[in-house]
């Protein structure tokens, strides 16, 4: 018989998480009991069958100790019935929680069900004096207890709780008691059901169980720190939880005076009682989860809908009127439902709200995001994170000021510097040419650029980093690490992360800890510690025994910055439709900004309200309202089912030989050189290894892989991404991805995707590789090395991907360093005399070869990548040129392949001041931007002076 605490050998290696395993081991002990009835019947030897069902009770009593389904009791009855040789009883009762936990039916079953045990779960019906769940108004969930009871006293504290719940109440719960403070920790991080969590009295630190995934959950919370001594535990795991999980309601009882420890505790406790109060503590679960459960905009929204109204203003879509009294487009009506047109106004009273100046509801819902999602600040966005980018950068920069910014970024940030008229310099990222794609960019890469521009006198020009956070292809930076030595560096800077993909992040304490608000968070916390005073003062002692003009001592070492100087500001966008509940197009902007209220609020109004429409859609408003309120409940668990079923498609793609032969998993040591993964980890499963921890690698390295992006390497099949992508998954199947690169295909699952789902993909890739493996068998010798020359052609034979080059000299305001003044560029090319085409027939190349600096007028912008290779104002390098040439996609957005590419004239350029023909620039009446940089560039006499030399000679 195996010990309890011991995990079997189908444990931690070829399980994600405790969660795998639960379930595995309860269909386990499903196939295992009815196999017992059986023999059972045809008295045969069961001794062996017997054992192995033991160590399978044995395996759950950890587990369901943290779970208040099926709950203690009904498992202690399930061990009786196995005891007492009542087979046929048992195997009900262990089918019937099977199906229930599958189906997620224990959620519904009524309080006096759930007061009955293994009767209540094997009860077909309920009993008369019992009233079935409302599944669409009433709402399920479980309360922790940390305490150490007696198994009478667990029985008396749920019972006297579950009694307070009226049967009509919205909300109803069960409870879950374990005695420790590691076992608090385990429950919080495992059970996702839990909401509310109630700290009492005196409890000791270690868990009983040392299960090792169980203990896994332990090492999640290695950033909490405790001293261990029992009388100051129940604060202590509080704090400890409000790391983990921030979005639950924590209550502390004592059975001391708690006046002193109230003041003490009261930013994690929702309130701290004198001993129990059964009533007094139901009372405020359910106040807890009711405030959490509001959606003020989509109750307002509804509210209106029902409301009758005479419409005399704009919209004869309103109230479906336009539509049902139609004669030919009632069938928009019908595939919609009234719903949808009795909500669709333009009012902004009668209980809705303005968007360009919330008062009411939308205020309500954006004070609410902004608690969900970490922030000082929220602004909920209808039309999309490309505006979103658009507003930051506008509210943040003047003409003039100097960006670091991320060559490969989306192109709302490139188009965003040419409306702010701010000057990038490009970053960039490191290159993974085997797979057709860019990484992100090292810190060192930042480092080296600020310590130029600080060299060159520009430093105080520099006013944002923007970066992409995580990238399409799933990278993460280490969020925390670059703003601490980039604020050593610049201790004013702004950061901008664009986080279209990363909404979810916030939701689980791996990701958490990588996201832009927590990183801030815990920056502002940690510079205004004593503690870090004393850190910088040692390192101050260390870093000033160091040559200062030498750049080792910059780009070698950690840097830290002045506690006196630095301000925290942090921006970032997200695309909450990308991988969180919201229609189309909604977006959220989130804001940590020291400086906001005294700098920033007005300028921050003017460009949302630039950018903003004046008829915002309300149904992408409800739905961000309704999203929010969906992940401060369930979002725990939906991102981590989300990550879960991402590792179970990543696994059964690496462990089949069949599809090993065509395909694989892109991996972190793929896609992150080993000088950036300091935790050595390589790959999150190996078919022979099994599974290791992602949270050490991101808890350390550089960058790390989030597993959610699942690449799919197609070379070695001879196909290319973007036929893969529509020939095979799109055409054949209606699977629909989003983004290629030339031998790849990138797969995401999010919140809303389930388990059919990654059947029915892998499935469809076993079917592409039989399809392959028949192809392959009947071509002939020349079918065959055809073949094997595209599968060079997309294994061995891929195009270097080309750096930023530089901007052309009249594009540079200042000549010793590299940004550029791409608005001056952009408008300047509105002038058709100053342009003209050059075909990619060899006219160009020999341009180049001759000496020209060919420079774009245009973005050049090939989907794959989806960013752009070209900028207006960048000099072609026959790179670029390679790059493009060797490019098999279909889509180039800014390249007409009957003309060529966009470039400015010799003529244009003639003269290298990047104020010339300031006049020629101005078009259809607009003065020409070059006038208003100059203007306001806030350059000193000497430089103006140098600028005006050059332009008179």
Not at 614 to 630: E, F, H, K, M
């Amino acid at each position: 018989m195996t010990d309890k605490n011991q995990q079997p050998q189908n444990g931690l290696s070829r399980h994600y998480n405790a969660s795998q395993l639960r379930t595995d081991t309860w269909n386990n002990l499903k196939q295992a009991v009815k196999h017992l009835e059986e023999k059972h019947k045809s008295q045969a030897d069961t001794a062996q069958l017997r054992e192995q069902i033991q160590d399978i009770f044995d395996l759950l009593e950890p587990i369901e100790s943290y779970w208040a389904f099926p709950g203690k009791e009904a498992m202690q009855q399930l061990e009786t019935l196995f005891e007492r040789h009542e087979y046929h009883l048992l195997t009900n009762a262990v089918n019937r929680i099977v199906r229930m936990l599958v189906s997620d039916s224990y959620r519904y079953r009524s309080t006096a069900s759930r007061l009955r045990g293994v009767d209540g779960v094997i009860s077909a019906s309920h009993s008369s004096d019992e009233r079935p769940v409302n599944r669409a108004e009433q709402h399920y969930f479980e309360v922790l207890f940390v305490d150490n009871l007696s198994p009478r006293e667990e029985r008396d504290l749920r019972r006297g709780l579950l009694a307070c719940i009226d049967p009509d109440d919205k909300f109803y719960y069960d409870v879950v008691v374990v005695p420790s403070f590691e076992d608090a920790l385990i429950a919080v991080l495992f059970n996702h059901n839990i909401q509310g969590c109630v700290i009492r009295y005196s409890f000791p630190f270690k868990s009983k169980y040392s299960l090792d995934i169980l203990q896994q959950y332990i090492s999640v919370a290695k950033e909490i720190e405790t001293d261990g001594a029992d009388a100051d535990l129940g604060p202590a795991l509080g704090e400890a939880i409000k790391k983990l999980r921030p979005e639950l309601d924590l209550y502390l009882v004592l059975d001391s005076a708690v006046e002193d420890i109230a003041l003490r505790v009261y930013k994690n406790f929702r309130r701290v009682f004198y001993r129990q109060e059964n009533l007094e503590l139901h009372l405020s679960l359910r106040r807890g989860i009711t405030e959490r459960y509001e959606a003020p905009f989509f109750s307002a929204l509804k509210a209106y809908s029902q409301r009758p109204t005479g419409v005399f203003h704009a919209m004869p879509i309103s109230r479906g009127n336009s539509i049902f009294k139609s004669h030919w487009i009632q069938d928009i009506g019908q595939f919609y439902g009234h719903n949808i047109f009795l909500a669709e106004t333009s009012a902004t009273t009668g209980g809705l709200d303005s968007l360009l100046q919330p008062t009411g509801p939308l205020k309500k819902a954006q004070e609410m995001a902004s608690r969900a999602f970490g922030s000082q600040h929220t602004f909920f966005v209808t039309n999309g994170t490309s505006t979103a980018n658009k507003i930051v950068t506008q509210a943040l920069l003047q003409p003039g000021d100097i960006v670091l910014i991320d060559r490969d970024c989306h192109k709302s940030h490139h188009y965003g510097m040419v409306l702010s008229g701010a000057h990038p310099v490009y970053l960039d990222s490191y290159p993974v040419e085997k797979y057709s794609m860019y990484g992100a960019v090292p810190l060192r890469e930042i480092k080296q650029r600020l310590l130029e521009l600080k060299r060159a006198g520009r430093l105080n020009k520099v006013k944002m980093l923007l970066l992409t956070n995580c990238t399409f292809d799933g990278l993460v930076y280490n969020v925390e690490r670059v703003m601490e030595e980039v604020l050593a560096i610049k201790p004013d800077i702004t950061f901008l992360w664009d986080e279209a993909w990363f909404g979810f992040a916030a939701f689980t304490p791996t990701y958490r800890q990588r996201t832009a608000m927590k990183a801030a968070r815990r920056l502002h916390a940690r510079y205004s510690s004593e503690a870090y005073r004393k850190t910088y003062a040692a390192y101050r002692q260390k870093i000033d025994a160091l040559d200062p003009n030498d750049d080792a001592t910059w780009l070698d070492h950690h840097l830290l910055p002045d506690p006196d100087q630095v301000k925290i500001r942090a921006y970032s966008t997200q695309s909450t439709h990308k991988k969180l509940t919201s229609l189309r197009q909604g977006s959220m902007i989130h804001i940590h900004d020291e400086e906001f209220n005294r700098k920033v609020e007005d300028t921050f109004h003017e460009a949302y309200m630039t950018h903003t429409s004046t008829s915002p859609n309300y149904q992408i408003l409800a739905s961000l309202d309704v999203g929010r309120r969906q992940v401060e409940l369930e979002g725990y668990e939906l991102v981590q089912k989300s990550a879960e079923l991402a590792m179970t498609l990543r696994a059964k793609i690496t462990e089949h030989p069949l599809l090993r032969r065509y395909f694989a998993v892109l991996s972190a040591k793929d896609l992150i050189p080993k000088e950036y993964r300091p935790s050595g980890v390589e790959q999150y499963y190996d078919a022979e290894t099994g599974w290791s921890r992602m949270e050490e690698a991101w808890h350390t390295d550089d960058f790390v892989l989030d597993p959610t992006h699942i690449t799919l390497y197609t070379g070695q099949a001879g196909i290319d991404g973007d036929t893969f992508k529509n020939r095979y998954l799109m055409d054949q199947f209606n699977i629909q991805v989003n983004k290629t690169s030339r031998n790849s295909v990138l797969f995401m699952t999010n919140i809303g995707t389930t388990r059919s789902s990654v059947a029915f993909l892998i499935s469809v890739l076993l079917k592409i590789a039989q399809q392959l493996d028949h192809e392959i068998s009947t071509y002939n010798p020349a079918e065959l090395e055809l073949h094997q020359q595209q599968v060079k052609s997309l294994t061995e034979d891929l195009p270097p991907l080309p750096d930023f080059s530089y901007f052309h000299a009249k594009f540079r305001p200042n000549p010793t360093t590299p940004e550029g003044d791409m608005r001056a560029a952009y408008f300047m090319a509105y002038n058709e005399d100053l342009c003209e085409y050059l075909k990619l027939d060899g006219t160009i190349e020999r341009a180049v070869t001759a000496g020209r600096e060919v420079v774009s007028a245009s973005f050049i912008i090939p989907y794959p990548p989806g960013f752009p290779i070209l900028v207006p104002g960048q000099v072609i390098s026959q790179e670029i040129l390679d790059f493009l040439k060797a490019l098999d996609v279909k889509e180039i957005h800014g390249y007409r392949p009957s003309l060529g590419l966009r470039v400015f004239t010799e003529a244009a350029l003639a003269g290298s001041d990047s104020q010339s023909d300031s006049t020629s620039a101005s078009t259809n009446g607009h003065p020409a931007p070059e006038k208003v940089i100059a203007a306001t560039d806030g350059l000193d006499q000497t430089e103006a002076a140098k600028k005006k030399t050059k332009k008179s000679k």
